[in-house]
């Protein structure tokens, strides 16, 4: 089948589904099952494009609650993995309400990178539809669960930070894991759902500590390496809000919010080699 708003790559040991929404989702094939991390804001045909990829029976796991990375998990039938800390922030994501802003947002997306505008819908968008969606059959996960899909051995780590439910796939054989938004070069750590920067530094700690080589996230387009978070770590410890740029977006409450870019770095330099940020409000 093609779907030329879903774009399939098979990396090594995994595959990484991209698209206009600005968020991968993953698949892991076993032996005899399969496992598929994150729905994205499931604007296209999700379902579709994972059962182009395989027809093992499907586990799915939600990294968190966040509306890009659960609102395409009610195309499918199967139970969706989310951790019980998150299954309320889910629920809010993936409500109408949630859905409506998304879908006027995402006719307007920007590319960060260029700053070019473009339309992340798929041609054929049944509005109607996606609002109604709801929230997918959700189930309790919790760190330290395992699921074996053959060959192919998954483990949940729990890893709090940029929300309380925050949780990681470690993929034991690849020394892979799979981090959603947890780790990256510009963490948002000021939503009300996010956690203390003390528990986010001790995620980047027990991430730091997993036997894996490499961390993959939900919206960076490369993988990240011990290296990598060593320098998120010292971006979370020295951030200054005092110092810290405005920073306005969607997702903005009440409170100031402001970029805290490692070594006086900018948000200009924000696709440099080298920069890191923590994202937060004056309490954290
Ligand atoms: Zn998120
Ligand atoms: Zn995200």
């Known amino acids: 089948m093609s779907d030329s708003y879903y774009k399939i790559e098979e990396m090594n040991g ?7 929404e600005a968020v991968f989702c993953y ?6 099952k399969a496992m598929l991390i994150d729905t994205g804001h499931g604007y296209g045909n999700l379902k579709q494009v994972v059962k182009s990829i395989t027809d093992k029976p499907l586990y799915i796991v939600n990294t968190h609650g966040h509306l890009d990375h659960t609102s395409g998990n009610a195309q499918f039938e199967e139970k969706v993995y989310i951790h019980k800390k998150d299954m309320e922030l889910c629920r809010e994501h993936t409500g109408k309400m949630m859905r409506e802003q998304s879908v006027e947002r995402a006719m307007h997306s920007v590319n960060y990178e260029t700053q070019e505008e473009y339309n992340a819908l798929p041609d054929k968008f049944d509005k109607e539809n996606y609002i109604n969606q709801g929230t997918g059959n959700l189930v309790e996960v919790a760190g330290g669960q395992i699921f074996d899909l053959g060959g192919a051995t998954l483990e949940i780590v729990e890893t709090p930070g940029h ?8 993929y034991k054989e690849k020394k892979l894991a799979f981090t959603g938004d947890t780790t990256g070069f510009f963490v948002w750590l000021f939503a009300p759902e996010t956690t203390s920067r003390e528990i986010y530094i001790d995620t980047l700690n027990r991430l730091l500590k997993l036997p894996v080589d490499f961390y993959i996230g939900g919206h960076n387009e490369n993988v990240m390496t011990k290296e990598d978070l060593e320098l998120y770590m010292r971006a979370a410890k020295e951030a200054d809000f005092e110092k810290g740029q ?3 977006s969607f997702a903005n409450g009440e409170e100031e919010v402001r970029v805290c870019a490692l070594d006086g770095k900018t948000l200009d330099d924000m696709f440099e080699p080298g920069f890191a940020a923590l994202v937060i409000t004056k309490d954290k």
Do not use: H
Not at 14 to 20: A, F, K, L, V
Not at 27 to 32: A, D, N, R, S
Not at 163 to 170: H, K, R
């Open 246 to 248: 405005k920073f306005e």
């Open 163 to 170: 929300t309380q439910g925050g949780i990681s796939v470690w």
């Open 14 to 20: 995994y595959y990484r589904i991209g698209s206009p």
């Open 27 to 32: 698949v892991i094939v076993g032996k005899e």
